[in-house]
């Protein structure tokens, strides 16, 4: 106990604690320094699994990727100003403040966080998100410090300034998250659902995993419905193997299933659109929503139908026009005729039969000369062509054996493409973008 009580009467020393501090400050500083370069322009921190995959957006981008650093979100959760102004006033002031011992206790606290969110782990690809990580302890710990470094120092002339610098910041943001509302319009929805299905019934969803937050706990409780989830799958056989075993198991003569996949259905349905707000991911606070809109599609089901069940297959898919349920990843639809494909989008085809076939894609748009689309089509992840798109329209026919065909599942096409940025050219539209899709379209062969 004497061994502990003198380590920690040494490290409690306001002359050693001061050294061990502003020591322990430069490290900080060094470091961060050094890895925001790594981090901004090398290629070292490209590489990453699972969610630090997503560094491929961030890292060796110069000074953009330093808004990755955990140190640049924990500036943003507290107000800016009040981390840079702690450590300033620890590294120059620290005689004077640990006089107090709170304040030297304090202080060691936040620099072992900051060291955790420093040397251990440097970025973070949300930020947004990963405050979190900082609000529990850190974030509370900063403040308490910061607080009695102000009382010690007796700043009072600053205090009115602060408070007015920390309120405009959080207000800017409170203010735009509330002219911005993510769950509105989302009762609509349930209403919609609750006009056709009686209390107490069984709803099977068939969705993503968006829509299966959003309803599971609200049919629940609005309506008084048993939510079964049963998957994102799009095999129809699957789905319907699934909900017979359900009804089997359950006793029960009649179902919903409501899906987001599964358009094709002949028959039973109702079908619900939905328009939904969505942040965008972004390292700062988001400032605005993004507008998504959704189909959904109802089914009353009872044993026979479910058996009866079967798909009507689409050869044409017209892309702009009401597609939602066929387009991943594109741009908005423009003029209701066309969308704008990313380096990645995809185009799920409702056709479900084991037969050579031919695909027909009419692209649109301008390309810049000197930057033409170079084109690679792959089909349920087979790669089957590949083509160069220059600007103006443009039918390009590609051909498919049956075996690339899944039986009764919805097929998977994806474009992938090198982008252009109209920006890059004199434009207003800093967009990256693919190839301009009117429409496609599949002819048996
Ligand atoms: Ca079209």
């Known amino acids: 106990m004497n061994k502990i009580n ?38 070292y921190m ?53 006089k107090n011992p709170l304040i030297t206790y304090f202080s060691y606290s936040l620099l072992i966080c900051m060291s955790i969110y420093t040397f251990i782990r440097i970025d973070t690809p949300l930020n947004y998100y990963a405050s979190r990580y900082f609000l529990p302890v850190l974030i509370p710990v900063l403040i308490i410090l910061f607080i009695l470094i102000i009382s010690k120092l007796n700043l009072k002339f600053v205090i009115i300034p602060l408070i007015i610098i920390i309120c405009l910041f959080n207000f800017t943001y409170n203010i735009i998250l509330m002219q911005n509302p993510i769950f509105e319009g989302s ?10 299905a009686p209390k107490k019934s069984y709803i099977f969803l068939n969705t993503d995993s968006y829509s299966r937050k959003l309803l599971t706990l609200n049919l629940k409780y609005l ?28 006793k029960l003569e009649e179902c919903y299933l409501l899906s987001t996949s599964l358009s094709g259905l002949n028959k039973y349905y109702k079908k619900i659109d939905f328009t939904f707000h ?47 349920i066929f387009v991943d990843n594109m741009y908005e639809a423009e003029n209701n005729k ?41 089909f349920n992840d087979e790669k089957i062509d590949s083509f160069i798109k220059e600007s103006g329209d443009l039918e390009y026919t590609i051909y498919i054996p049956k075996d690339l065909i899944k039986d009764g599942e919805v097929q998977k096409l994806r474009i992938e493409s090198n982008t252009w940025n109209p920006s890059n050219y004199g434009y207003n539209d800093r967009r990256n973008l693919g190839v301009a899709i009117d429409w496609l379209k599949i002819e048996e062969v």
Not at 339 to 345: E, G, L, P, V, Y
């Open 46 to 98: 490209l590489v990453g699994e699972g969610a630090w995959s997503l560094r491929k957006y961030y890292a060796n981008k110069g000074l953009y990727s330093l808004q990755y650093l955990n140190i640049f979100s924990i500036m943003m959760a507290s107000a800016i100003i009040v981390l840079p102004l702690t450590l300033w006033f620890l590294f120059f002031k620290s005689r004077q403040l640990f």
């Open 223 to 250: 309506g008084d419905f048993n939510v079964i989830y049963i998957g994102n799958g799009k095999s129809l056989n699957q789905i319907k193997n699934k909900i017979n075993l359900y009804l089997e198991e359950l």
């Open 338 to 378: 066309f969308r704008w494909t990313k380096n990645k989008s995809y185009v799920n085809l409702y056709y479900y039969k084991k037969n050579n076939i031919k695909l027909i894609i009419k692209m649109v748009g301008p390309r810049p000369k000197n930057n033409p689309a170079s084109v690679t089509i792959y």
């Open 6 to 43: 003198k380590i920690l009467d040494l490290v409690f020393n306001k002359k050693i604690s001061s050294v061990i501090i502003r020591i322990w400050i430069l490290l900080l500083i060094v470091f961060t320094v050094y890895k925001g370069y790594i981090l901004g322009w090398s290629e």
């Open 187 to 196: 009762f609509n929805l349930f209403n919609e659902i609750m006009e056709e």
């Open 278 to 324: 969505v942040f965008p991911q972004q390292i700062l606070y988001p400032t605005k929503n993004i507008l998504l809109s959704k189909n959904y599609f109802l089914y009353k089901l009872d044993r026979k139908k479910i058996t009866n069940l079967k798909i009507n297959e689409e050869t044409f898919y017209d892309i702009g026009n009401e597609d939602g």
